[in-house]
């Protein structure tokens, strides 16, 4: 199947490494020019960008912040510099709660405040800043990332789990909008994926509670994710649109 992705422009954020990076190999595979952003860490993306060039893609890398709006915008128009629009948008990046969980009525406003603005809002700019291209061209594909905390929940983690959830709202409401422009709005959803950063993040009776709670008996790896989203932003899909695709092992 010809997912005709041969030269489209892709802008993954958050693509320095992780999930975010096997995303970025997997459109370097399928010959796209894949724009990977990074925030703290550009050697790891650098590295990421010649691994897709190897696949057979072309690749670039641009610093964005998802908590600072004029980053995100700078970011857009970089890659629309570079190769004159964006094809795909697979909205990757995410700034996690950095305090302990805790009861939700002890979380001071500040803190609930930052996850919910650089999650909702860094997503919500970074779409507005590539539909302009996406309509001129007639064609596009959006691909929000969220986690399982909007379906499960997340306790001590409520501002995470509210901004994720927002992103379903915002693919449903953009899925009536923008279907009319050629344009595809879908939210892939992940349970705990097998990543470095998790392993060494989480305890592993942790890690085999939750595998042992999955009905497919294992948990998801970064390339399992990296299919799906390839696929919902491929000419493949067709009409898919306003959907939530969870890629979980049916947890």
């Known amino acids: ?11 993954v954020t958050g693509g320095s490494g992780g999930i975010g990076a096997s995303i970025a190999r997997a459109f ?31 690749a ?10 004029a980053s995100v915008r700078a970011a857009v128009a970089l890659v629309e510099e570079r190769w004159g629009g ?22 001071p406003v500040e803190e609930w405040r930052e996850v919910l603005r650089s999650n909702l809002e ?15 061209r007639g ?12 379906v499960e929940g997340l306790p001590g983690w409520e501002a995470y789990g509210a901004a994720k959830a927002g992103l379903f709202g915002l693919a449903r409401t953009l899925a009536w909008e923008l279907g009319p422009a050629g344009i595809l709005t879908n939210v892939v959803v992940l349970s705990l994926t097998v990543t470095d950063r998790n392993r060494r993040a989480i305890p592993p009776a942790v890690v085999e509670r939750v595998r042992a709670t999955t009905p497919s ?3 998801s790896e970064p390339d399992d994710v990296a299919r799906a989203v390839v696929f919902l932003s491929s000419a493949a899909n067709g009409n898919i649109s306003g959907a939530f695709l969870p890629v979980n092992g049916g947890r």
Not at 62 to 67: K, T
Not at 86 to 107: K, M
Not at 139 to 150: K, S, T
């Open 1 to 11: 199947m010809d997912l005709e992705l041969d030269r489209r422009v892709v802008l």
């Open 28 to 58: 370097g595979a399928e010959r796209a020019r894949v724009a990977l952003t990074y925030h703290h860490h550009r050697e790891r993306a650098e590295r990421v960008a010649r691994e897709v060039e190897r696949l057979g893609g072309e």
């Open 60 to 69: 670039t890398v641009v610093g964005y912040d998802l908590a600072d709006l």
């Open 86 to 107: 964006v094809d795909v948008l697979v909205a990757n990046a995410v700034r996690s709660e950095t305090s302990p969980p805790g009861p939700f009525e002890a979380r």
């Open 122 to 136: 860094g997503t919500l700019a970074t779409v507005q800043a590539v539909l302009p291209s996406m309509k001129a």
């Open 139 to 150: 064609w596009g594909r959006l691909v929000l990332v969220a986690a399982n905390a909007l």
């Open 217 to 219: 008996g294992r948990l």
